[in-house]
């Protein structure tokens, strides 16, 4: 008794792990955060009315995309979003097989917008063009019930009569119907048109502001960068200064060393912004300098005056 029940334990554990992977019409897997930004018109997508309750799908193959690997096509369905995008919109259907490029939404109770969309290895999202259905309410395609031999209707002459009623009135709302997916076409690539140019004058009216932001900030830095390289050059000034007070060169000689170092600088300078704001600083305080040495206080030249009146 007890081999006949580790038997059929051991029997139901491996046909649960040998069982085929199967996806559901609905699809959970709903994070958004997880996916990347999805590309448009990646697909070619196609869909139209084929019964009550019923409309048809087909679509191109996924092509490949910066080496991104193809793990599975949704199928998505909305009610009232123009642009559905898997996982905003739940996926009414998976499909694992990269050639498997149909499906048939067989629960179509009102109209819809449809759109395939293809899932990579690293979430990567490519979808398709979106396709409007105006679901109508449809019945049969009329037959004829008796043919003859010959392949030819045997109906009676008012059951043929109202076979080709139902037949005009089929082909009247077939027309009809799509007509209306023509014109809910348009209406939904002029709303798309109009996004698109919000979208572009929302760009150019934020763009001043960007532009502003962006020049503050690169003056703010300026004006740092310059603050910290005045305060190297007011040390070296202040070095220099005390040098040339304590050595024994006469004022004469002063000017000099201070025009001497002043070409130095110029030569430095090479026309470049920085450098030469560096250098206007250092000669409004050398120059300064020079006019001070210029004044006269050294007597060394009129102490030679009066020795060679005395002689």
């Known amino acids: 008794m007890r081999k006949i029940v580790f038997s059929y334990i051991l029997s139901w554990a491996?046909?649960?792990?040998?069982?085929?992977?199967?996806?559901?019409?609905?699809?959970s897997t709903n994070q958004k955060s997880d996916y990347r930004t999805p590309k448009y018109d990646s697909l070619e997508f196609k869909a139209q009315q084929s019964g009550p309750n019923k409309v048809s799908m087909n679509w191109t193959a996924y092509k490949g995309f910066n080496d991104e690997k193809f793990m599975y096509y949704k199928v998505i369905r909305s009610y009232s979003?123009?642009?559905?995008?898997?996982?905003?919109?739940?996926?009414?259907?998976?499909?694992?097989k990269i050639g498997d490029l149909r499906h048939a939404d067989e629960k179509a109770e009102r109209s819809a917008y449809y759109r395939i969309c293809a899932i990579t290895d690293v979430n990567g999202r490519h979808c398709s063009n979106v396709v409007w259905i105006e679901l109508e309410k449809m019945e049969a395609k009329p037959t004829c019930k008796n043919f003859s031999s010959t392949g030819e209707c045997e109906d009676g002459e008012n059951e043929k009569e109202q076979k080709e009623k139902e037949r005009k009135e089929w082909?009247?709302?077939?027309?009809?119907?799509?007509?209306?997916?023509?014109?809910?076409k348009v209406e939904m690539e002029t709303k798309k048109k109009e996004m698109e140019e919000k979208k572009e004058v929302k760009k150019s009216e934020k763009k001043p502001e960007q532009d502003a932001e962006r020049k503050k900030m690169m003056e703010d830095r300026q004006a740092e960068l310059y603050a910290k390289l005045y305060v190297?050059?007011?040390?070296?000034?202040?070095?220099?200064?005390?040098?040339?007070e304590e050595s024994s060169l006469t004022n004469v000689q002063k000017i000099e060393?201070?025009?001497?170092?002043?070409k130095r600088f110029y030569e430095w300078e090479s026309g470049k912004t920085v450098r030469i704001k560096m250098v206007d600083y250092l000669d409004k305080t050398?120059?300064?300098?020079?006019?001070?040495y210029s004044v006269g206080d050294d007597f060394s030249e009129i102490?030679?005056?009066?020795?060679?009146?005395?002689?």
């Open 14 to 27: 491996l046909g649960f792990i040998m069982m085929p992977t199967a996806y559901a019409e609905t699809d």
């Open 81 to 96: 979003n123009p642009n559905p995008v898997y996982p905003e919109e739940t996926a009414i259907a998976v499909k694992d």
């Open 171 to 184: 082909n009247e709302k077939q027309n009809e119907a799509k007509k209306r997916i023509a014109e809910k």
């Open 232 to 244: 190297k050059l007011d040390a070296w000034l202040e070095n220099f200064q005390s040098r040339l």
């Open 257 to 262: 060393r201070i025009e001497a170092i002043q």
């Open 286 to 292: 050398l120059n300064e300098w020079k006019e001070k």
């Open 303 to 311: 102490d030679e005056f009066l020795d060679g009146l005395l002689d």
